[in-house]
């Protein structure tokens, strides 16, 4: 790899600072929580820069250094989820491939030397999530997109490029901010850089804030209620005592009454709120089917499926009439701590009011291929019976919220340990209680009942692969110049 001999190499304690300064921001604004989102657009500047000013080797140590500090972040919760060495290898993993993804920048803004080298950084890492979003068993799940969810104009462009569209920007803005410096004394490529900066992020932001201003025109809702009972009162065994779980579904069946005397017309209960077997299954169901036909309202519900010699971790939903419009079965199973489930294979679809409904089960709403399927059927309205690990509440709602700005529709989200949210398909969580404290939470609001048809749903991964194909065309072209002006 070819070094930049005619610049200085910055003082030890440029690279200290610089290390410290940018592993900080990495860390503060890529937690759990969306928090300072807006320190992500900065923190890989000082690593870009150092790694510009410093030989491949040095740059290498400087970045994993950056990225490891900023994967701490993450370490408690990993360990939590994934358990201790799992937790340390993917913390040292990340680092390792950041530290690759800033080598072939810096191969490439020395060797091309041009303006249009700020798109390396956002190319190389664009395809890298590209590839851990198809591969992964945890599909989008890291994605440095998620740190944006809070600021809804940027996320807006997900309806176009899915998620990859946003990590892009994450990473352009950064990488066009340090070759503007780096190229301050070159007045043409410092003019191209921040013209075309400007013009990007520019137009990304107009093209977010006139789709969030069609949010403000009226909109047809429906209104829609959740309810979370308090955690002691469910059963997580392999031998439920059905005779208490009665009891235990009649008192979901009272809170959903309550829900539905209060003009709910939708009702979400969480994943695995119920558990069901074969002899079961026509008193527990009939508890609810009552309710529902009483009360003219659907319920969705996730159950512990016990009905067959296959477990599964599945989902109803009961018409207005009482009968079982769907029974659906979770696709993704959280590795680990749902190993004894045999997954489903195909989306779970209804009919709710005459409206093309869906319903999915938590972990699913991480895989953006797969509830992609959502969208290409139009559902209106994704019903998401789930269960968050309590300090991951904030990131797994959004993460399932921005599969809805991807395909076009709204969410009822109803999740035990963590967020109870409606969301509409711009990622607004208009409605929002929690039950991480483990005691009783119910939520009710409205939610749209349009639906918006995105370019994203029906073309889906098409800016990864204009990525992965950028990223092989700036490493080919890179490796075909021989001398290069100013090296």
Same mark, same amino acid.
Request: aromatic share 12%.
């Given at each position: 790899?070819?070094?930049?001999?005619?610049?200085?190499?910055?003082?030890?304690?440029?690279?200290?600072?610089?290390?410290?300064?940018?592993?900080?921001?990495?860390?503060?604004?890529?937690?759990?929580?969306?928090?300072?989102?807006?320190?992500?657009?900065?923190?890989?500047?000082?690593?870009?820069?150092?790694?510009?000013?410093?030989?491949?080797?040095?740059?290498?140590?400087?970045?994993?250094?950056?990225?490891?500090?900023?994967?701490?972040?993450?370490?408690?919760?990993?360990?939590?989820? *994934?358990?201790?060495?799992?937790?340390?290898?993917?913390?040292?993993?990340? %680092?390792?491939?950041?530290?690759?993804?800033?080598?072939?920048?810096?191969?490439?803004?020395?060797?091309?030397?041009?303006?249009?080298?700020?798109?390396?950084?956002?190319?190389?890492?664009?395809?890298?999530?590209?590839?851990?979003?198809?591969?992964?068993?945890?599909?989008? *799940?890291?994605?440095?997109?998620?740190?944006?969810?809070?600021?809804?104009?940027?996320?807006?462009?997900?309806?176009?490029?899915?998620?990859?569209?946003?990590?892009?920007?994450? =990473?352009?803005?950064?990488?066009?901010?340090?070759?503007?410096?780096?190229?301050?004394?070159?007045?043409?490529?410092?003019?191209?850089?921040?013209?075309?900066?400007?013009?990007?992020?520019?137009?990304?932001?107009?093209?977010?804030?006139?789709?969030?201003?069609?949010?403000?025109?009226?909109? %047809?809702?429906?209104?829609?209620?959740?309810?979370?009972?308090?955690?002691?009162?469910?059963?997580?065994?392999?031998?439920?005592?059905?005779?208490?779980?009665?009891?235990?579904?009649?008192?979901?069946?009272?809170?959903?009454?309550?829900?539905?005397?209060?003009?709910?017309?939708?009702?979400?209960?969480?994943?695995?709120?119920?558990?069901?077997?074969?002899?079961?299954?026509?008193?527990?169901?009939?508890?609810?089917?009552?309710?529902?036909?009483?009360?003219?309202?659907?319920?969705?519900?996730?159950? =512990?499926?016990?009905?067959?010699?296959?477990?599964?971790?599945?989902?109803?939903?009961?018409?207005?009439?009482?009968?079982?419009?769907?029974?659906?079965?979770?696709?993704?199973?959280?590795?680990?701590?749902?190993?004894?489930? =045999? %997954? +489903?294979?195909? %989306?779970?679809?209804?009919?709710?009011?005459?409206?093309?409904?869906?319903?999915?089960?938590?972990?699913?709403?991480?895989?953006?291929?797969?509830?992609?399927?959502?969208?290409?059927?139009?559902?209106?309205?994704?019903?998401?019976?789930?269960?968050?690990?309590?300090?991951?509440?904030?990131?797994?709602?959004?993460?399932?919220?921005?599969?809805?700005?991807?395909?076009?529709?709204?969410?009822?989200?109803?999740?035990?340990?963590?967020?109870? =949210?409606?969301?509409?398909?711009?990622?607004?969580?208009?409605?929002?209680?929690?039950?991480?404290?483990?005691?009783? *939470?119910?939520?009710? +609001?409205?939610?749209?009942?349009?639906?918006?048809?995105?370019?994203?749903?029906?073309?889906?991964?098409?800016?990864?692969?204009?990525?992965?194909?950028?990223?092989?065309?700036?490493?080919?072209?890179?490796?075909?110049?021989?001398?290069?002006?100013?090296?």
């Amino acid at each position: 790899m070819t070094d930049n001999k005619n610049i200085n190499t910055p003082a030890l304690w440029m690279i200290i600072a610089g290390v410290l300064l940018s592993g900080a921001l990495w860390f503060v604004s890529t937690g759990l929580n969306g928090d300072f989102w807006y320190l992500v657009w900065v923190a890989p500047v000082p690593v870009l820069l150092l790694s510009l000013r410093s030989s491949a080797k040095n740059a290498f140590i400087i970045s994993f250094a950056v990225y490891l500090i900023g994967r701490l972040s993450w370490f408690s919760y990993l360990e939590r989820v *994934a358990t201790l060495v799992p937790a340390i290898i993917l913390t040292l993993l990340l %680092p390792l491939i950041f530290a690759l993804i800033i080598l072939l920048t810096r191969y490439v803004i020395i060797r091309r030397n041009s303006w249009y080298t700020i798109f390396a950084f956002p190319a190389f890492f664009t395809t890298y999530e590209y590839f851990v979003i198809k591969f992964s068993r945890d599909g989008t *799940a890291a994605s440095l997109a998620y740190s944006q969810m809070n600021f809804l104009p940027i996320i807006q462009i997900a309806s176009v490029t899915g998620i990859l569209g946003i990590t892009f920007m994450v =990473t352009f803005i950064p990488s066009a901010i340090a070759l503007a410096w780096h190229y301050r004394d070159e007045k043409t490529k410092f003019r191209y850089i921040t013209v075309v900066l400007g013009l990007i992020v520019g137009l990304v932001l107009l093209f977010g804030v006139v789709r969030l201003s069609n949010g403000d025109n009226e909109k %047809p809702t429906v209104k829609a209620g959740i309810v979370v009972l308090n955690e002691d009162s469910h059963t997580i065994s392999q031998h439920p005592d059905y005779e208490k779980e009665k009891m235990h579904v009649a008192a979901y069946a009272s809170q959903v009454a309550l829900l539905a005397s209060q003009g709910a017309k939708l009702v979400v209960l969480p994943e695995r709120a119920i558990n069901i077997n074969k002899p079961s299954a026509d008193t527990i169901i009939g508890i609810l089917a009552s309710v529902a036909k009483q009360y003219h309202v659907y319920i969705a519900v996730g159950y =512990t499926n016990f009905r067959t010699t296959i477990e599964r971790n599945s989902a109803l939903v009961i018409d207005v009439e009482g009968n079982v419009s769907t029974d659906y079965n979770k696709v993704h199973m959280v590795v680990g701590f749902e190993n004894e489930f =045999t %997954p +489903g294979d195909k %989306p779970g679809l209804f009919k709710f009011n005459g409206l093309q409904t869906g319903i999915s089960i938590c972990k699913d709403l991480d895989f953006q291929d797969y509830i992609k399927q959502y969208g290409v059927n139009k559902a209106t309205i994704v019903c998401v019976p789930a269960w968050d690990f309590i300090v991951d509440d904030w990131l797994h709602s959004r993460m399932a919220i921005l599969r809805g700005v991807e395909n076009g529709f709204s969410e009822v989200r109803a999740a035990r340990l963590g967020r109870l =949210t409606i969301s509409d398909y711009y990622g607004k969580a208009s409605y929002e209680a929690s039950s991480a404290d483990k005691q009783q *939470a119910t939520l009710i +609001g409205y939610v749209p009942i349009k639906r918006i048809n995105t370019f994203y749903a029906k073309y889906g991964d098409w800016f990864g692969i204009v990525n992965l194909l950028a990223s092989i065309t700036f490493i080919l072209a890179s490796g075909n110049i021989r001398k290069v002006a100013n090296q």
